[in-house]
């Protein structure tokens, strides 16, 4: 799941908050060149991931769940 997509700084408020707020999902920065992203979680399976966003989106709207690569 991807919260944010941008500049560092922001992308560390928005790690740091997410963590503030959340426990069972852990999260990491990305850096993709030139923007670094905030990823949350390790799901087993879609349904987890979609009951993890209805409860992520309540303080994050803009979180999406990202297609896994094969």
């Known amino acids: 799941m991807q919260l944010y ?3 560092l700084s922001r992308a ?3 790690i740091r908050r997410y963590r503030g ?4 999902w852990p999260a990491s920065l990305e850096y993709e060149t030139p923007n670094y992203k905030v990823w949350v979680g390790d ?3 879609r349904i987890e991931a979609d ?4 409860e992520i989106k309540k ?3 803009s979180a999406f769940i ?3 690569s094969k």
């Open 5 to 7: 997509y941008g500049e």
């Open 12 to 14: 560390n408020s928005i």
């Open 21 to 24: 707020s959340f426990g069972a």
């Open 43 to 45: 799901f087993a399976s």
């Open 51 to 54: 009951r993890a966003l209805l």
């Open 59 to 61: 303080k994050f709207n």
């Open 66 to 68: 990202l297609k896994p």
